[in-house]
């Protein structure tokens, strides 16, 4: 029994270990018998698809794409026509406007930005502020006009708050901005 057994030296061990693994099973040989999408998976020119082809390679892609850009589209609608501020440039300054509502009242809120480079126009405002809509209108009766006058200085940012005296269920307003040089009309919807 003991003939059957080889006896192992280390002599024997070193050689073993210099010898090169045999792969019985080759990846080679397993790609010959696999399907042709995984051959394709494990080629070289798998991973140089193309942009285009990897946002519209698949019907699930392009659908995906297809809403994210109908998505931002509606976004950027929505965000157009339901914005509650406005701005307009008056003489070199940018300035937003809104009318908000605040429990029992509607307060117009107009900040004034300043250019970055150059001087910005200084002095005073002229405001005019008017409802579209008057419930109560009688032949040849002008609707009610708010008056207001405010100060630009030569800061960077100003920001102004003024109380109007009209009913809150008014939504729709003309306002009305002049300088000794400039007039802007703007029409705003309460918020």
Do not use: W
């Not at 019907?59 to 609608?77: D, E, P, V, Y």
Request: aromatic share 10%; hydrophobic share 35%; with cysteine.
């Amino acid at each position: 029994m003991n003939e059957d057994k080889k006896k192992y030296t280390p002599a024997s061990l070193d050689e073993n270990i210099e010898k090169e693994p045999v792969f019985y099973y080759s990846r080679e040989h397993r790609l010959e018998r696999a399907s042709p999408r995984v051959r394709e998976l494990n080629s070289d020119e798998f991973g140089k698809m193309s942009v285009t082809k990897r946002l519209f390679g698949s019907r699930g892609n392009m659908t995906t794409f297809i809403m994210i850009i109908i998505a931002c589209l509606m976004l950027s609608f929505v965000s157009k026509y339901s914005q509650a501020k406005t701005n307009v440039k008056l003489g070199g300054n940018t300035v937003t406007m809104a009318i908000l509502k605040e429990e029992e009242f509607l307060i117009l809120e107009i900040t004034r930005q300043g250019p970055k480079t150059g001087i910005a126009n200084a002095g005073e405002v002229e405001i005019a502020v008017s409802p579209t809509n008057v419930k109560s209108k009688a032949k040849g009766e002008t609707p009610p006009v708010f008056y207001h006058r405010v100060y630009f200085s030569q800061t960077g940012y100003e920001n102004f708050q003024i109380s109007l005296p009209f009913d809150i269920d008014d939504n729709e307003f003309i306002l009305l901005l002049g300088t000794a040089d400039e007039q802007k009309s703007v029409k705003l919807k309460a918020k």
